[in-house]
């Protein structure tokens, strides 16, 4: 990149709706250079509108003097075009020395001694990534994640109301912070359940959701499930369910933890990790591309796959194959609140830094009203060695101003000292050139 730019202004489309994929793909090209390299002068982004387009369509008509037909029109256009300066209000990036990573967890309690009944985990991480983080929306990955999270907290919940439905397992209902973050709200919570709070027991399986708004449904592992296994039942019962439901089987995705990545693909690996049997059900058959294009999603695929993880769920809760167990099916209404609560504004995991988060009191409540025991899990990042640093700062204005360049000053200063020299110079030789002026006049009358 060229080190004589100040700074570097993109602008999306008034509407990321409109992009085409071909622009998508270009736009998460870009947030993968400025994630991967440094970029050591300020980038600000923009969406398009008239003030902006005035300003760079200007813009380009004053970089046409680099293409003037002749050195002469070249000259003038360097000395007479408009130019900008933009300023830009707001407080400076800094990085957030106080930053707290919150994860969000709710409990369904079987029937029975809570202490000596397996536990169902079901995870789904909150935030979210972008070119800027105000432009973080992440409506598929991962608000759709969360939505059918939420929406199986509330599902699910009819079967434990009752003492004579209440299955003998309990569900934990975990929304992770700083996922985009290798997934770190989804460490440390396992972190402090497994070493210092010791209170999971026995856990056959973790589910983890992300990117579910899609027709085909893949289920990623780390390692296969074994035969006989809560995970081999799930996979089984789901591949059953969707063939009743007319919907394309799932597919069965086995990829290994690379240790020697910094970064890892799935949340479930975090789980996998500390050998725990784990799972990410999800729309793509990779780890999904997070960009500031991801703005909206297939609301009917997205309440499609909860109905049929819903019925899942509750099939492997009561140990049957036949059903349905559960009575009712995902309100459209709620998960369409919820993706539209989740994209209204940037999720980025620097926005969560403070516990009153509105989009996190809001997913607490839903979890304190469906589940119990409903809970935060706070955690500071060190600040002598964070795995990670964000900054503050996100919206900024910017103001346009117009100025002529610096060889225009030149030449109005040349044109300035040339008028005031000739001034000068007539005042100060007045009385020899009207005597001059007078004699002339005298000299034509004789003639």
Known sequence: ???????????????????????????????????????????FVAHENEKL????????????????????????SSIFANGYQVDVTGPPAAPVTDFTVTSLQGKLIGNGIEEQLPSIIIVAHYDATGIAPSLSFGADANGSGVAALLELARLLSQLYTDPRTQPRTNVHFVLTGAGTLNFMGAKRWIDHQLDEAQSLGEVPLVLCLDALANKHLYLHVSKPPKEGSFGAQFLSLLEAILASNGLPPPQLVHKKINLAEDML????????????????????PSSPVRTAADVSLNLASLEANVKV???????????????????????PEALDGWVKMLTAQGRSPAMFASRDNPLLQNMEQALQHHTKEASRHAFRIDKRDPEFTVYSGFDYRMAAHHIKPAVFDLVLSLGIAAYVGLVYVFVLYYDMLAGSLRRLIRKEKTH
């Open 53 to 76: 387009k005035e300003v760079l369509t200007e813009l380009k008509h004053a970089g046409a003097a680099d293409a003037a037909d002749s050195a002469a029109g070249a000259l003038f």
């Open 309 to 331: 993880l819903a019925e899942t769920l509750a099939r492997l809760l009561f140990n049957t194959s036949s059903g349905p167990v559960l009575s009712r099916g995902p309100e």
């Open 265 to 284: 693909a799935w949340e479930h690996e975090r789980f996998s990790m500390r050998r725990l049997p784990a799972a990410t059900l999800s729309g793509r």
């Open 1 to 43: 990149m060229d080190m004589q730019i100040g700074a570097l202004v993109i602008v999306l489309p008034a509407s990321m709706t409109s992009m085409d994929d071909e622009a998508k793909e270009a736009l998460a090209l870009l947030e993968k250079t400025f994630a991967t390299e440094d970029i050591i002068i300020p980038v």
